[in-house]
RNA sequence: GGGGUCGUAGCUCAGUGGUCAGAGCAGGGGACUCAUAAUCCCUCGGUCGUGGGUUCGAUCCCCACCGGCCCUACCA
C-alpha cells in the first residue's frame, strides 16, 4: 500500500467532450479505482484549461465575459464525467485562484534562479489573428486563415530558457529510463531533445485573458504555461509543502501522444528551473481512429461522409449501450499507449460477444442452476476445485497489468476466468444432477462469480456492484481489499442468490 | 525536409533471430439445453507492406521504397 496520484491533462475547454477526451478519462478512472481497491492512498485529478486567445474570442462572440464562457463549457466535461461514472477525487480550472497563486509561486522561483528572461521576439505577425506565423506554416506567404499579408513585428516577452536544460533533460531520460512510458514515446521525445532545444517565449502582451505575470503585470503568461502548473495547483504547491512532498513523488501523467513535448519536454524542465524533480512517471496513450464509413447512420451526421471522433459524443454511446460498456469497450478494445480503431460495430461486437455471451450468460445460468438445484441458496465452493488454477491465474495477470497501464490485459486475463467457469459448467453439467450433488460446483462457480466482481470493479462498477449483490453479498467489491479478497474461498455460501434481470442484453 | 511510429489471418490486434507464426470476433462442422438462440469442443483461414542486404537461418536486425498517423517550438 502505498500513494498513488493520477492526472489526466486538462482539456481546452473550447472542445465539446467527445470520444477521446472519454478515453483517456475513463482509463485513468479504472487505473485509480483499481488503485483504490489495493489500498493505495488515491488522489485522481482531471480538468479544464480555460485561458488563451481562442477562449477569448469565443467568449466575445457569444456575448459574454471569458468567465462567464468558461463556467458554461468547463460544466460540460464536469457533466460528461459525472454520466461516465468517473471517480476524481478532484476537478481543477485553471481560472480559479488556487491555480493562479500556484502559477505565480512557481514561475516567480524559475524567474529567482534565473531561468525566465526578457527578450525581443521576432516573427512574422498576421494582424487580423493578433498572432505569429513561422515561414513554413504561411501559405504563398500569406496568412493561412486570412489570406493577407503578414508583417515583420517585435515584441518584448519573458523567455524560459529551455535550451539551458538540454544536458539535464538527457541525464534525467537516462537515470530514469521508465519514467516515460511506452518506451517509443520516450525515444521520441529523447530524439527531439538531442536535436537542441530553443528558449520559449512564455508571454503574452496582446490578451489579458490569462495569468499575470507576478513581476510584470502587463504580460500574462502563454495559455501551455499555466496549464502545466495545474498538477502542482491541486496538491496544494506554494502553500502546503507537506502536501506537496506527500504527493508529487508519486505522480502519474495520462497523457496523449500529441502533448508528448509539453510534458516530456518543458514540464520536466519547467520542474527542475523551479528546483522540483520532474514528475515521475508520464504515460503517453494513443489515439482512437474512426476509419470512414464505418459508424452507423444515426451518429454520422451527412450520410456519406465520414466520421470524426471528435464527433462522438460520449452521452449518445452510453444512453444507447449503458455506461460500463461503454467503459468496457473503451478499456478493453485499444491498449494505452497505440492507436486503435474505434467503430460501432467493433462496439456493439464486443457487447454481444464479451459482456452479454460470456459474463452476463454466466451470471445467468449459475443464478439459474443454483434455484434449481440448490433453492436458491448458494453453496460454499470448492477447495479443490478445478477453477482455483484459473481463478489465481485471473488474478495475478490483473495485478501485473494494471500495474503497467494495461487495463485491456487486466480486462484479457478476467475473461480467460469467465471462459473456463463455462467450459467447467459444460464439463460438469450440474443441471442434469440431483441436488445435494452439485453443491461443490455450483459454490465454485459462484466463487468465480464474486472474484469476478473484484476484478471488474473498477473498469465497470455498477456492473460489478449488481453482481456482487445478486450473489448475496453486502456493501460493494469497491469496498473490499486486493488482491486479498480475491483469494480463492472468500465466497460463504449459505446466501440468497438471485437472477434478475439480463445485465447486458443481446444486442442485433 | 527532419524526428518518431505503424503496415501480421475477412475484422481488431498479439508475438519471437531458428521446430508446423498466435488470440478474440466473424465463417464451417459437431455436442449440449442450465442460460440472454447463450455455452462447450473441433475446424477453415496468413507469400508476417514492397525490394534489397547481414546471417547457416529473418516476420522479427540493417538499407531503400510505398502507404497511414503523430510532432516539427509558441497551436489546444
Request: glycine content about 8%.
Amino acid at each position: 500500500m502505498g500513494r498513488f496520484y493520477v492526472t489526466t491533462p486538462i482539456y481546452y475547454v473550447n472542445d465539446v467532450p467527445h470520444l477521446g477526451h472519454a478515453y483517456c478519462t475513463v482509463n485513468a478512472d479504472a487505473i485509480a479505482r483499481w488503485h483504490r481497491g489495493l489500498g493505495d492512498e488515491t488522489l485522481f485529478l482531471t480538468g479544464t484549461d480555460e485561458h488563451g486567445t481562442k477562449v477569448a474570442e469565443s467568449a466575445e462572440s457569444h456575448g459574454v465575459t471569458p468567465a462567464e464562457w468558461t463556467d458554461r463549457t468547463s460544466a460540460r466535461f464536469q457533466e460528461a464525467w459525472r454520466s461516465l461514472n468517473v471517480s476524481n477525487d478532484d476537478f481543477i480550472r485553471t481560472t480559479e485562484d488556487r491555480h493562479y497563486a500556484t502559477v505565480r509561486t512557481f514561475l516567480k522561483r524559475i524567474y529567482d534562479n534565473g531561468y525566465i528572461v526578457k527578450d525581443t521576439y521576432k516573427g512574422l505577425y498576421c494582424v487580423s489573428c493578433e498572432d505569429y506565423y513561422t515561414t513554413e506554416s504561411l501559405e504563398a506567404g500569406l496568412c493561412p486563415v486570412h489570406r493577407r499579408a503578414v508583417v515583420e513585428m517585435e515584441e518584448d516577452n519573458y523567455f524560459f530558457r529551455l535550451s539551458a536544460f538540454e544536458d539535464r533533460l538527457i541525464e534525467w531520460y537516462e537515470s530514469q529510463p521508465d519514467a516515460i512510458r511506452p518506451a517509443a514515446k520516450r525515444k521520441e521525445a529523447l530524439s527531439f531533445i538531442r536535436g537542441g532545444l530553443k528558449d520559449v517565449s512564455i508571454t503574452r502582451t496582446s490578451l489579458s485573458w490569462g495569468v499575470p505575470v507576478p513581476w510584470d503585470e502587463e504580460h500574462v503568461f502563454y495559455v501551455w504555461y499555466d496549464a502545466l502548473i495545474n498538477y502542482l495547483t491541486a496538491i496544494g504547491y506554494g502553500s502546503d509543502d507537506e502536501r506537496v512532498a506527500e504527493w508529487w513523488p508519486h505522480v502519474h501523467h495520462l497523457i496523449g501522444k500529441e502533448i508528448i513535448r509539453f510534458h516530456c519536454v518543458w514540464w520536466p524542465a519547467m520542474c527542475m528551473a523551479a528546483g522540483i524533480d520532474p514528475p515521475a512517471s508520464i504515460f503517453v496513450h494513443g489515439w482512437l481512429l474512426v476509419g470512414g464509413h464505418k459508424l452507423s447512420k444515426s451518429m454520422a451526421g451527412e450520410e456519406d461522409s465520414p466520421v470524426k471522433l471528435t464527433e462522438i459524443s460520449p452521452a449518445s454511446l452510453t444512453e444507447d449501450f449503458g455506461v460500463d460498456a461503454v467503459r468496457y469497450h473503451l478499456l478493453r478494445d485499444t491498449p494505452l499507449g497505440t492507436d486503435g480503431e474505434f467503430s460501432i460495430e467493433g462496439l456493439t461486437s464486443r457487447y454481444n460477444s464479451d459482456l452479454a455471451n460470456n459474463l452476463g450468460n454466466l451470471v445467468a445460468r449459475v443464478a439459474t442452476v443454483v434455484g434449481s438445484k440448490c433453492g436458491g441458496i448458494g453453496p460454499a465452493p470448492a477447495a479443490d476445485s478445478p477453477l482455483v488454477a484459473a481463478s489465481e491465474e485471473a488474478v495475478a495477470g490483473a495485478l501485473a497489468a494494471w500495474e503497467k497501464f494495461a487495463p485491456h490485459e487486466a480486462l484479457e486475463a478476467t475473461w480467460r476466468l469467465i471462459g473456463a467457469a463455462n467450459a467447467e459448467l459444460e464439463a460438469t453439467a450440474p443441471w442434469k444432477a440431483e441436488p445435494g450433488t452439485v453443491d461443490d460446483v455450483l459454490g465454485s462457480a459462484l466463487e468465480v462469480v464474486r472474484i469476478v466482481a473484484l476484478l471488474i470493479s473498477a473498469a465497470m462498477p455498477a456492473t460489478a456492484d449488481e453482481i456482487w449483490h445478486r450473489i448475496g453479498l453486502s456493501g460493494s467489491p469497491a469496498d473490499e481489499l486486493l488482491p486479498d479478497a480475491a483469494q480463492w474461498g472468500g465466497y460463504p455460501g449459505g446466501l440468497v442468490v438471485t437472477k434478475g434481470d439480463p445485465l447486458f442484453p443481446r444486442r442485433k
